[in-house]
T-cell receptor
Framework: RKEVEQDPGPFNVPEGATVAFNCTYS??????FFWYRQDCRKEPKLLMSVYSSGNEDGRFTAQLNRASQYISLLIRDSKLSDSATYLCVVRFSGGYNKLIFGAGTRLAVHP | NAGVTQTPKFRVLKTGQSMTLLCAQD?????MYWYRQDPGMGLRLIHYSVGEGTTAKGEVPDGYNVSRLKKQNFLLGLESAAPSQTSVYFC?????????????FGEGSRLTVL
């Protein structure tokens, strides 16, 4: 079983739609959580951290459910520029900043 | 300010050939990492370094070697390339004093082994 699992998609949505991605992790020792964005044939970049109480950054909302070992990302009012792959990332405590990456969920926003 | 630079960006090798990927950073970060990314799989850690002169194995180290002789450079070597090493390789860095989830990645190196 993968340590971090995501629905690969693709999610095809029209502009303006609301879309949600889910991610589950298997190791309860996971310390912190993040969403990264990766554009086609580009490097991943940090989108946002995920806090226990949930957090928003503009049109993006991230939530964490430690009991269910589940993380979500909600994108409201989708833009064409949101088309990308979204990577769920889990960090473990340790000396070298150990991060485990999910395989990603692909989002395609169309006009 | 270039950030994290990887060279080469593309390379085609024949089975058994050797090559070295170079990662150079001007961010003065202590931690450096080499990942590989394959379709349907998350980024997987090959090797990492927590400082000049130190290296350690990650999740998938077999077939690779690394060196960090200078703080700003992290080299990934393939001594005898195999088709299974066809992948996109990413170098990443982060600071040691603020260990967070933010890694800064290079643009990637696409390697094909025939």
């Amino acid at each position: 079983r993968k340590e971090v699992e995501q629905d690969p998609g693709p999610f095809n949505v029209p502009e303006g739609a609301t879309v949600a991605f889910n991610c589950t992790y298997s190791n309860s020792a996971s310390q912190s959580f993040f969403w990264y964005r990766q554009d086609c044939r580009k490097e991943p970049k940090l989108l946002m951290s995920v806090y226990s109480s949930g957090n928003e950054d503009g049109r993006f909302t991230a939530q964490l459910n430690r009991a269910s070992q589940y993380i979500s990302l909600l994108i409201r009012d989708s833009k064409l520029s949101d088309s990308a792959t979204y990577l769920c990332v889990v960090r473990f405590s340790g000396g070298y900043n150990k991060l485990i990456f999910g395989a990603g969920t692909r989002l395609a926003v169309h006009p | 300010n270039a950030g994290v630079t990887q060279t080469p960006k593309f390379r085609v090798l024949k089975t058994g050939q050797s090559m070295t990927l170079l990662c150079a950073q001007d961010m003065n970060h202590e931690y450096m990492y080499w990942y590989r990314q394959d379709p349907g799989m998350g980024l997987r850690l090959i090797h990492y370094s927590v400082g000049e002169g130190t290296t350690a194995k990650g999740e998938v180290p077999d077939g690779y070697n690394v060196s960090r002789l200078k703080k700003q450079n992290f080299l990934l070597g393939l001594e005898s390339a195999a088709p299974s090493q066809t992948s996109v390789y990413f170098c990443a860095t982060t600071r040691a004093d603020r260990v967070t989830g933010e890694l800064f990645f290079g643009e990637g190196s696409r390697l094909t082994v025939l």
